[in-house]
């Protein structure tokens, strides 16, 4: 039995050589894509980020006695690897159905990935308004459906929605509907949503202290609520 333990890149081909392993590769590195995003999703540690590749592919299979490479040209490239810390055995099964099924993550998840990526490469004003985007859209969507599941109708939840003002309103129209979310409504305002209104209308970037508490904010709303 075999299983693929590690994927790379080859840098030095500058252009895919067409061959069966060239595409598996591509393939692969498309599905860790999506399977590293639904386990960043549900777990407090993000996974490495997958290396996206633009050349050769580099694939190491496994078996229980043996270490075999194949390759689509003669350099190597260090691996990528994928650990996976505090991650459940069913979040990881439930990441790998849905990465086989080509099913994205919810759009309040993708733009939670784009603050946290954005953070990562030093965007900071990026990386605060990304949060309270993603934590606005988390509740608004389950707000949404909250009310017209009470039979509200789709014109007038949205005006609802239109009126709440921001991540805060959305905030007060949760609970007043549901029960408390995970963080105060003090913390979303002076930790997510004061910081995301300086950086998008005033150009205003935090330190990264003030982007890890606003993501950190966000990631407790968008959980909840998504």
């Known amino acids: 039995m075999y299983w693929v333990e590690h994927l790379g890149v080859d840098l030095l081909l500058t252009t895919c050589d067409g061959s069966e392993v060239d595409a598996l590769g591509l393939a692969l590195e498309d599905w860790l894509g999506r399977f590293r995003d639904w386990v960043n999703a549900r777990t407090e540690i993000r996974m490495i980020e997958a290396l996206r590749p633009s050349h050769g592919a580099l694939i190491h299979l496994r078996q229980p006695d043996a270490f075999v490479t194949y390759g689509a040209g003669a350099s190597r490239m260090s691996v990528s690897m994928?650990?996976?810390p505090g991650a459940t055995r069913i979040q990881l099964v439930d990441g790998i159905r849905r990465a086989s099924k080509n099913e994205g993550l919810p759009l309040a998840h993708?733009?939670?990935?784009?603050?946290?990526?954005?953070?990562?490469?030093g965007d900071?004003?990026?990386?605060?308004?990304?949060?309270?985007?993603?934590?606005?859209?988390?509740?608004?969507s389950f707000v949404t459906a909250e009310l017209q599941a009470r039979g509200l109708a789709s014109s007038a939840s949205a005006r609802i929605i239109q009126q709440a003002n921001g991540v805060v309103g959305l905030f007060d129209l949760y609970?007043?509907?549901v029960g408390n979310l995970?963080?105060?409504?003090?913390?979303?305002?002076?930790?997510?949503?004061n910081p995301r209104n300086s950086?998008?209308?005033?150009?205003?970037?935090?330190?990264?202290?003030?982007?890890?508490?606003?993501?950190t904010v966000a990631t407790s709303i968008v959980r909840t609520a998504t």
Not at 110 to 121: K, R, S, V
Not at 126 to 131: E, F, K, L, Q, T
């Open 182 to 193: 995970p963080v105060s409504r003090r913390k979303v305002m002076d930790q997510l949503a």
């Open 199 to 215: 950086a998008a209308h005033g150009g205003l970037a935090p330190d990264r202290t003030g982007v890890e508490k606003a993501m």
């Open 124 to 140: 900071l004003r990026r990386a605060v308004i990304d949060s309270g985007t993603a934590a606005e859209v988390s509740v608004a």
């Open 175 to 177: 609970e007043s509907l």
């Open 82 to 84: 994928y650990p996976c």
């Open 110 to 121: 993708q733009m939670l990935q784009t603050g946290w990526d954005a953070t990562l490469a």
